[in-house]
C-alpha cells in the first residue's frame, strides 16, 4: 500500500510533463516546410519563445498575412 501511494503521484507527474513538453516547441520540419530560419517565428534560436510572427503562425499556421520581422 505504500508503494503504491508513491508509485500514482510520480506516474501522474511523468504523464503530465510527456503530454506537455511538446506543445510550445517547434520543429524542424515546420522550418523546412516553410523555408525559412528558426528566427522568423522564435526571438532566439533554441528559445521557445515567439515574436509576433510566431504568434501569428501558430494561430493561423501559414506566414502569409503574418506581421514583418522588426
Excluded: W
Excluded at 5 to 17: H, Q
Excluded at 29 to 47: D, S, V
Amino acid at each position: 500500500m505504500r508503494t503504491f501511494r508513491l508509485i500514482v503521484p510520480a506516474a501522474a507527474l511523468v504523464a503530465m510533463l510527456l503530454a506537455t513538453s511538446g506543445i510550445s516547441f517547434a520543429t524542424k520540419e515546420i522550418g523546412k516546410k516553410e523555408a525559412k530560419p528558426c528566427t522568423t517565428c522564435h526571438t532566439q534560436a533554441g528559445k521557445k519563445d515567439l515574436n509576433d510572427t510566431g504568434k501569428f503562425y501558430k494561430e493561423k499556421k501559414t506566414l502569409e498575412g503574418a506581421p514583418k520581422k522588426s
